[in-house]
């Protein structure tokens, strides 16, 4: 860029220049006859809001409505339900007695919190 710079006289900066205004001049006249300035700033595409065909929207509609009426045919997306950890009654024994001997030690040390 900076070589490019280098390169290019002061005549041709200032008919750079000319050519800018021009253009913002132009674009400033085309927004006060009513419209809007369609050309972006930068990669030079055209820019508006896209609008969907009546055909287009209905089509949409039903595939949605479809769509929702499959869903609560279905009975709707339920979350998985989390399966709750089964032990054995001696499994389940040893843990209480566990618990039991932590809380016995902790008492006798003057505590009442873990």
């Known amino acids: 860029m900076i070589n490019a710079l280098q390169d290019v006289s002061v005549a041709q900066l200032k008919r750079a220049v000319e050519i800018k205004e021009q253009i913002e001049a132009l674009e400033q006249e085309l927004n006060d006859l009513g419209g809007t300035a369609a050309v972006a700033q930068g990669d030079g595409k055209a820019r508006g809001k896209s609008t969907w065909s009546a055909a287009?929207?209905?089509?949409?509609?039903?595939?949605?409505?479809?769509?929702?009426?499959?869903?609560?045919?279905?009975?709707?997306v339920k979350p998985a339900a989390k399966s709750k950890r089964k032990v054995s009654a001696a499994v389940h024994a040893n843990l209480s007695r566990a618990a039991k001997k932590r809380w016995a030690k902790a008492k006798a040390a003057g505590r009442n919190r873990l």
């Open 56 to 76: 287009k929207r209905t089509k949409m509609a039903a595939m949605k409505r479809a769509w929702w009426a499959r869903k609560q045919r279905a009975g709707g």
